[in-house]
Each structure stands twice: as structure tokens, then as C-alpha cells.
């Protein structure tokens, strides 16, 4: 189902080059939160850069997650583009060590698949659904190609359900279960 997902992001990445602008360009329609966490998107990800703009552009802030060790819920740490960022523990791009450790009221995540009940399928290291786990409270949004969509996705008990997911055609808040 991963790789499946992950070849259909691919092909959006390359026909739809404008969708994380579109996608951002409704920010205001997302759940309120003063501290937003984006993150940097690694391959054919929907890349976050347009929208964290947008969210500095509101008044809002921004923070990136960090992985410290692998088997473990992520961290915060505040960031604002252009800042330099290093390598956590996941191999992915992160603040470093001297930015300020945040709790974020909003977290925006990839994916690979999403349905209409805040289904995500992720990249299989589970680091968000331990941190989805870890903070409850956050708000939790999907940001994806609308291509990404699929009819249901199965969840295993230590799944945590997105809020809603942002795309290029707007924001679509998670239906109940």
C-alpha cells in the first residue's frame, strides 16, 4: 500500500507543481492555533514552505519537529525560514539544539494516503503517531495532494485520527467515525 501511495505522490508532484501555493492560500480556513508546526518535505512530499510563510504572514509562529531518538515521540523546537537547520535522529532536517523546545497548538504532517475520517497512512517509522499519541491537545492536519484520497484507510489501535486535511482545493475537516 506504501509503495502504491508513494508512486501516486510522485506523479501528483510532477502535474500538480503549483499545489502547495493553492493549498496555502486557504490557511485561513484551518483551526485556529498561535504556534504552528510545519515540517520539511523530503522527495515528492506537498512541501510546507508556502503555507509557513503564510502562517508568518498572519501574526502566527512556527516550529519544526525533531526526532531525538527513534523510538520515541518528537520534540518542537521554534523556526522561522531561513534559519539552519541539521539532521535528527530520522534523517530529516531540524532546528538545532539552540532553538527553543515548543509545544505547538497545531501540527501540520505529511503523508502518504488520507481518507475522509482522518486516516493517515504515513512513511512507517511511526514518529508522528507517537507524537499524535504524546499530545493529544494539538490539532492535527494532514497537508497533501487532494489526489491523495482514498476511499478508507485501516487503523490499528495506536493510530491517532487527523482533525482534517489541507490540499490544493481547501481544507477538509475529518468526518466522524
Not at 46 to 65: F, M, Q, T, W
Request: glycine share 10%; charged share 25%; net charge negative.
Amino acid at each position: 500500500m506504501r509503495a502504491e501511495a508513494r508512486s501516486g505522490r510522485r506523479r501528483l508532484a510532477e502535474i500538480e507543481p503549483d499545489a502547495a501555493n493553492r493549498a496555502a492560500s486557504f490557511l485561513t480556513d484551518l483551526p485556529s492555533g498561535d504556534l504552528v508546526a510545519v515540517y520539511r518535505a523530503i522527495g515528492s512530499e506537498l512541501d510546507p514552505e508556502p503555507l509557513a510563510h503564510a502562517v508568518i504572514a498572519a501574526g502566527r509562529s512556527l516550529c519544526l519537529p525533531v526526532a531525538l531518538e527513534r523510538d520515541a515521540p518528537m520534540i518542537f523546537r521554534r523556526w522561522s525560514p531561513g534559519e539552519p537547520l541539521e539532521m535528527d535522529a530520522a534523517g530529516c532536517p531540524a532546528p538545532l539544539p539552540l532553538a527553543e523546545v515548543v509545544d505547538p497548538d497545531l501540527i501540520v504532517t505529511p503523508l502518504l494516503a488520507f481518507d475522509d475520517f482522518g486516516g493517515r497512512l504515513g512513511q512507517g517509522g511511526g514518529y508522528y503517531d507517537r507524537t499524535f499519541a504524546a499530545r493529544r491537545d494539538a490539532i492535527r492536519i494532514g497537508f497533501a495532494f487532494g489526489g491523495q484520497r482514498v476511499a478508507r484507510l485501516p487503523m490499528d489501535e495506536h493510530d491517532v485520527r487527523l482533525h482534517g486535511v489541507l490540499t490544493e482545493v481547501g481544507y477538509t475537516p475529518a468526518r466522524k467515525v
